[in-house]
C-alpha cells in the first residue's frame, strides 16, 4: 500500500466508524428522552412534598431539553437553518424545511438542447447533463506554438529570487497544516466525498500515530505531484437558481473538494501570497494581501471625470471572460509559471493537481462520472 492508498483507508475507516457512532448515539438520545419523560411523569404521579420536587424536576428537565436541544442542532443543520427564532424547537417544522430544500434541489426532467425535447429517465437525465457539461468545462483548443511565442515575448518578467523557490518547495511541516486547518474549523463548509469536514481533519491532524504518515502524503504532494485518489474525486452540487430549471444553465454548480485537498492548497496559496509582491505588477490589486480591488475603481472614475473634462476622444473597454476562473488551458499555466520562476515540482505538482480529474455531478436524480479537464476553482 503506498502512503496515498494508506491515508485513503484511514480516512475511509474514520467516515465508517463516524456513521456506526452517529447512529448509535442518535438512537440512544432517542431512547434516553423517552426514559426520562417517563421517570419524571412517575416522579410527578407520586405527588413528591413540595420541597423534593422542586429539587429533582429542574434536573430532570435540564437533562431533558439538553437531549432536545442537540435533536433540533442536528435537525437545523440538515435543513440548511442557519438564524431560528429565539425557542424556536420544533424538530418536525426544521425536518419538513430539509424535505422542502431536497425537494427544490431534486432535478425531475430537463431540456435536451439538441432535440429540445423534454426528457425525464435516468438514463436520459445522465446524458443530457454529461454533455451539458462535458461542453461547459472542457479545454477549448490552443496552439501551443503561440503560447512558446508568448511566453518569450514577456521574456523580461520578473522573477522569484533563489530563497523564494527555496521556500515554496520546503518541506511541509506538521505545525503548517495544523494552522491552516485551525483557521478554517469553524467555517461553515461542505465535506467532499469522504465526508469529513474540517472539524474532523483538525482533530485528525493532532493525532500523533497519523502525523508521520500525514507528513509523508502532503510532502509527495509537493514535491512528486502525488495525491490520494481522493483529493481528485470532486463532487459537484447544483443549486437552483432563477428562470426555468429545466435547462443546466440555470442552476449554479459547486464543487465539493475533500478538506485535505483544500488544506494543502491552502498552505500553498499563503506561500505563494508571501512571494506574489515581487512578481505582480501594481496594478493587479486583487486576490493579494495589503491591496485592495476598490482602488481601481476609484482610479476609474477618476479617468472618466478627467475624460469628460477633457472631451478626450479614446474609448474604453472592460471584458469580462466567461467563466474565468474554470478555464485555463494546462499547457498555457505551465508555461507562465515556469516563466515566472517558480520550481518546476511545484508547477508539475499544481498541474497534475487542477487537471485530469474525476468529476461527479450530482443532479440527485442520477449520479455520473466524468474525466473532465478543469478543477472548479472559487477565490
Not at 413528591?48 to 431533558?64: E, F, G, N
Amino acid at each position: 500500500m503506498t502512503a496515498q492508498e494508506q491515508w485513503d483507508y484511514v480516512k475511509s475507516e474514520i467516515r465508517q466508524f463516524t456513521q456506526r457512532y452517529a447512529i448509535d448515539y442518535t438512537n440512544w438520545r432517542k431512547k434516553s428522552i423517552k426514559a426520562l419523560q417517563r421517570k419524571r411523569n412517575a416522579f410527578l404521579r407520586s405527588r413528591p412534598p413540595t420541597a423534593i420536587r422542586l429539587h429533582y424536576l429542574p434536573v430532570m428537565d435540564q437533562q431533558i431539553e439538553s437531549l432536545q436541544q442537540e435533536l433540533v442542532d442536528i435537525a437545523a443543520l440538515k435543513a440548511g437553518i442557519r438564524w431560528r427564532e429565539h425557542g424556536e424547537k420544533s424538530a418536525g417544522y426544521l425536518k419538513r424545511i430539509h424535505q422542502v430544500r431536497t425537494v427544490e434541489q431534486s432535478i425531475n426532467f430537463l431540456q435536451d438542447p439538441t432535440s429540445g425535447l423534454t426528457v425525464s429517465s435516468r438514463t436520459q437525465l445522465m446524458e443530457v447533463s454529461q454533455a451539458f457539461y462535458q461542453e461547459l468545462y472542457s479545454v477549448d483548443p490552443v496552439d501551443e506554438h503561440d503560447i512558446d511565442c508568448y511566453v518569450q515575448d514577456i521574456a523580461d518578467l520578473p522573477q522569484l529570487n533563489e530563497d523564494d523557490r527555496r521556500y515554496l518547495i520546503s518541506p511541509i511541516t506538521t505545525e503548517e497544516i495544523i494552522e491552516q486547518s485551525k483557521k478554517v474549523i469553524r467555517r461553515q463548509s461542505s465535506p467532499g466525498s469522504d465526508g469529513l469536514g474540517y472539524v474532523f481533519m483538525h482533530l485528525i491532524y493532532q493525532f500523533s500515530p497519523l502525523k508521520d504518515l500525514i507528513i509523508k502524503v502532503y510532502n509527495m504532494a509537493l514535491t512528486a505531484g502525488s495525491f490520494p485518489s481522493s483529493w481528485q474525486d470532486l463532487r459537484v452540487r447544483l443549486l437552483p437558481k432563477k428562470g426555468d430549471l429545466s435547462t443546466l444553465k440555470n442552476w449554479r454548480s459547486i464543487s465539493l473538494i475533500n478538506c485535505d485537498a483544500k488544506i494543502y492548497t491552502r498552505i500553498i496559496n499563503q506561500r505563494m501570497r508571501s512571494v506574489m509582491d515581487t512578481i505582480i505588477n501594481r496594478y493587479q490589486t486583487g486576490f493579494l494581501d495589503d491591496r485592495f480591488i476598490t482602488e481601481n475603481g476609484m482610479v476609474l472614475n477618476i479617468i472618466m471625470e478627467q475624460a469628460h473634462v477633457q472631451r478626450r476622444p479614446e474609448i474604453g473597454l472592460l471584458l469580462d471572460q466567461e467563466k474565468a476562473y474554470d478555464h485555463v488551458y494546462p499547457m498555457y499555466l505551465r508555461q507562465v509559471m515556469l516563466a515566472f520562476g517558480f520550481p518546476p515540482s511545484l508547477v508539475h505538482s499544481l498541474e497534475n493537481l487542477f487537471f485530469g480529474n474525476a468529476v461527479r455531478i450530482n443532479t440527485v436524480a442520477a449520479l455520473f462520472k466524468g474525466g473532465q479537464n478543469f478543477w472548479n476553482i472559487h477565490p
